[in-house]
Each structure stands twice: as structure tokens, then as C-alpha cells.
């Protein structure tokens, strides 16, 4: 009797364990988002990037994008668009996007756009014109007495 009660408890366990990882979880996914696509870059000022791109789809769900310029990643955000901000004016600097998911999956990157920053206007110094005063001759004769 204790065998039989003993194999009942390890097919009640297997059985509780099996159907916890079924579904779709996050420990099963292993789908990555579709590519994040019609990625857009908006020049704001001479140091931000707006960007902007249509949301991923996934079997479970987009949590969130990893932002790049130029290759390296630069941020993260869970909406479908992004201020890069701390720039150099007049720079060109190349973005792409990936979605990823509660598990981890990640899309591969989204087609690059690439943006160029306000060029920072020029810093004149002003100009005085400093004129000296002029000695005025006198050119009348003294008159005659």
C-alpha cells in the first residue's frame, strides 16, 4: 500500500510541475518579436533625436525596445518611441530598434535611419565702433581791427 501511495504522490507532482510550464509563460517562450519596423528620426535640436517605429508583435507579448545608435545600445523604453538626448550638434548618428519580450527573446534590429542634429547657430561677438573725437581747426581769419 505505501508503494502505491508513494507512486500516486510522484504522478501527482510530475503532473503539477508539467502543467505549470504550459501555455505560453515566460519560461516556455522561445519566440522572438517580430522586428520592429518604419522606424523614423526627428531632429529636435542641436543635442535630441526624437525617434519613433511601428510596435513589434509576439506570441506573448512586447515588454519593452532596446535602442542603438550606431551600434552600441543606448536606452530602453516600453513605448514605441525614444528622446536620445545629450548630443552634438551637427552629428549624424544611425538608430535602430529591437523589440523584446518577458522571457528575453529579442528581435533581431530594425532597418537603421540615420539623423543629423541642428547645427548650432554661431556665436557672434558683437562690434563696438569707437570714434575718437575729432580736433576741429578753425579756419576763420581774426577779424581786422
Known amino acids: 500500500m505505501c508503494n502505491l501511495l508513494r507512486l500516486v504522490l510522484v504522478i501527482l507532482v510530475a503532473a503539477s510541475c508539467s502543467q505549470s510550464h504550459e501555455g505560453?509563460?515566460?519560461s516556455s517562450d522561445v519566440e522572438a518579436p517580430a522586428v520592429p519596423t518604419n522606424l523614423n528620426g526627428t531632429p529636435v535640436s542641436t543635442s535630441q533625436v526624437d525617434l519613433?517605429?511601428?510596435?513589434s508583435t509576439d506570441n506573448v507579448g512586447?515588454?519593452?525596445?532596446?535602442?542603438?545608435?550606431?551600434g552600441a545600445q543606448v536606452g530602453t523604453t516600453s513605448n514605441t518611441s525614444y528622446q536620445d538626448t545629450g548630443l552634438s550638434g551637427g552629428t549624424t548618428n544611425?538608430?535602430?530598434?529591437a523589440g523584446y519580450d518577458a522571457a528575453g527573446n529579442t528581435s533581431a534590429q530594425s532597418s537603421r535611419v540615420s539623423v543629423t542634429t541642428s547645427v548650432p547657430t554661431p556665436v557672434s561677438t558683437p562690434s563696438v565702433a569707437i570714434n575718437s573725437p575729432t580736433r576741429w581747426a578753425s579756419t576763420a581769419e581774426p577779424a581786422a581791427a
Not at 52 to 55: K, P
Open 52 to 55: 519613433a517605429w511601428q510596435a
Open 24 to 26: 505560453g509563460t515566460p
Open 62 to 70: 512586447v515588454v519593452g525596445y532596446k535602442v542603438f545608435r550606431n
Open 94 to 97: 544611425s538608430y535602430t530598434v
